[in-house]
């Protein structure tokens, strides 16, 4: 099945590489690109969603301990007069 969207696309493709000495895309090689991509950005958002988690652990980690609160102190008397 040949369309003229097709035929159009691999003339354009044909006479780019004549001019420019390089191949037309490969489908394969695109995929891989992609999908390299992908789970270059899916490692990097992991990366972010572990850190997120290890500092709440570490955040409850120290308020069970009693090292931190949530508390606001008291300003001191006077402080605003």
């Known amino acids: 099945m040949s ?3 097709h035929k159009v696309a691999t003339q354009a493709a044909a006479r780019t590489a004549k001019t420019t000495g390089k191949r037309p895309p490969s489908v394969l090689r695109e ?3 992609g999908m390299s991509l992908g789970l270059f950005a899916g490692y990097l958002w992991k990366l972010h969603h572990w850190n997120n988690q290890r500092r709440t652990r570490e955040f409850y980690s120290l308020l069970d301990q009693g090292k931190i609160t949530v508390v606001a102190d008291e300003p001191p008397s006077g402080a605003g007069d």
């Open 31 to 33: 995929i891989v690109y």
């Open 3 to 5: 369309t003229t969207a």
